[in-house]
């Protein structure tokens, strides 16, 4: 990569990371702190906890197709300003409707789909994957350090010097857009990067990536049930002292990243992505059943949540490694539009699901919840084909006719390890599916010539 796109990737990735931070610290905290709040209930205490993810939903694409009109880096500011507002708002308030008002600020803000778009304007074809793999990263890494510092910091400041210190994040990623991050040359649509408005219909319809949403929708489900109620099963049930939970997340996060890799081998390299995937999902349902067994036990509890941990990060790196193997090379990024509002929109229904069931069932109806959920996903991706082992390539054609287009399909389906080729004439690109073990990339090159 350039210097300029390595600039792009780690200043892009900065802003994600902050932000989701943020967002994550209260994860594993709010609930121990509600109870404080003028009418605080378990209903309103998960609704809390999730709204975020009810606005993000909404807004994340529409403000993807307000950058396309408005430009990439004026959308990202004013979505950082919201969620900054948002995040005062918590910080001030007294009440559980004003945490609520505040956290559906933050999720308005919702600058997911207009980074990834300014991401691709940044960089080449030849390294955009590269650079949304580090800004996939950064949120797996942000969500891994808010469950040790969102503990440690409660004893420090408490929860509103968190929404405080959130709102900082925020105004810091303001400044980082405006003198980190490079300025587009040219902003256009990028297929494989950002939705197109035209392709949503057939990208929800399509069974195959249906049932990849509905999956990281009931992921995140039981992500956000789940810690509305762990907290308080290790303070409540296990004696753990709340500045103290993040020494059992420590070692579990450890644990579960270590005892991942193998299994992320076993589905890239020797490509049994769908009995990885489906095996994850049955590990997850068992953690659940732990979950609600052992929570009375210190031990077992640290057993079942680096168990469940191991589950979720596999799931959550090989989901989004599915939805790019199954959709078609030119709409990829409508397919992970789609995913990603199905995620947030999980986090909410998980949240509110998590505080109603808690209210009337107690922490083993929450548990109970997230492993008969999980068990229904097991059912669903049993049903999932098998993916094809393909990457999406990108060649830039220059402007052609449509005869041209053509032709220039048909011979570059003729390259050992091409499967798919769509070609948009107006953006003057060709959208490759490809079997990059198998792909004759001597042959491939011959293309190259056509690239400005």
């Known amino acids: 990569m350039t210097s300029s796109e390595k600039r792009a990737a780690t200043s892009l990735s900065s802003i994600y990371a902050l932000r989701m931070l943020g967002l994550f610290m209260i994860l594993p905290v709010f609930s121990l702190y509600a109870d404080q709040l003028e009418g605080s ?47 005062v708002i918590a910080a001030m308030s007294e009440s559980i409707t004003g945490v609520i008002i505040g956290r559906a600020m933050q999720g308005s803000g919702a600058i997911a789909a207009a980074v990834m778009a300014l991401a691709a304007d940044l960089s080449r074809e030849e390294h955009r994957t590269k650079v949304m793999a580090m800004i996939g990263m950064s949120i797996g890494m942000s969500f891994a350090l808010a469950l040790l510092l969102g503990p440690l910091l409660n ?34 649509v990028h297929r ?16 195959q990536l249906l049932r990849l949403d509905v999956g990281i929708f009931i992921l995140h489900i039981i992500l956000t049930a789940t810690f509305v109620v762990l907290p308080l099963a290790l303070r409540d049930y296990s004696g753990l002292k709340s500045m103290d939970h993040w020494q059992v997340y420590l070692p579990a996060l450890i644990l579960s990243v270590a005892g991942m890799i193998p299994f992320i081998i076993l589905a890239e390299k020797q490509r049994r992505m769908k009995q990885v995937f489906v095996g994850a ?10 979950l609600r067994l052992f929570y009375e036990s210190l031990t077992g509890l640290f057993i079942t949540i680096a168990v469940f941990f191991l589950a979720f990060n ?33 986090a909410f229904v998980g949240g509110v699901t998590g505080g109603w069931l808690y209210g009337k069932y107690g922490v083993e109806g929450v548990f109970s919840f997230s492993a008969s959920i999980a068990a229904i996903w097991v059912v669903i991706a049993s049903s999932m084909r098998s993916p094809r082992y393909l990457v999406t390539r990108l060649i830039n054609i220059g402007k052609i006719t449509e005869e041209e287009a053509r032709h220039l399909t048909l011979q570059m ?24 073990h198998a792909l004759d990339e001597e042959a491939l090159s011959k293309f190259s010539t056509l690239s400005p």
């Open 41 to 87: 209930t378990p209903l309103l205490i998960g609704m809390a906890i999730g709204v975020y993810g009810l606005t993000q939903a909404i807004f994340q694409i529409p403000f993807g197709f307000a950058s396309d009109r408005l430009g990439r880096k004026p959308v990202i500011i004013f979505g950082l300003l919201l969620f900054a507002a948002g995040s």
């Open 155 to 188: 004893n420090w400041i408490g929860v509103p010097g968190i929404f405080w210190l959130t709102s900082g994040l925020a105004l810091i990623s303001i400044a980082v857009v405006k003198f980190a991050v490079p300025t587009a040359v040219q902003s256009r």
């Open 192 to 207: 494989d990067a950002e939705p197109v408005a035209a392709q949503l219909g057939s990208v929800i319809a399509d069974g």
């Open 281 to 290: 999902i049955v590990v997850l349902a068992l953690s659940g059943i732990g």
């Open 314 to 346: 596999l799931l959550e790196a090989t989901l989004p490694s599915l939805v790019s193997k199954i959709a078609p090379p030119d709409k990829k990024g409508s397919a992970m539009g789609v995913y990603s509002s199905s995620q947030f929109f999980g």
């Open 413 to 436: 389906t003729q390259v050992t390890g091409v499967a798919e080729v769509t070609v948009i004439i107006e953006e003057g690109v060709a959208y490759l599916k490809v079997d990059k």
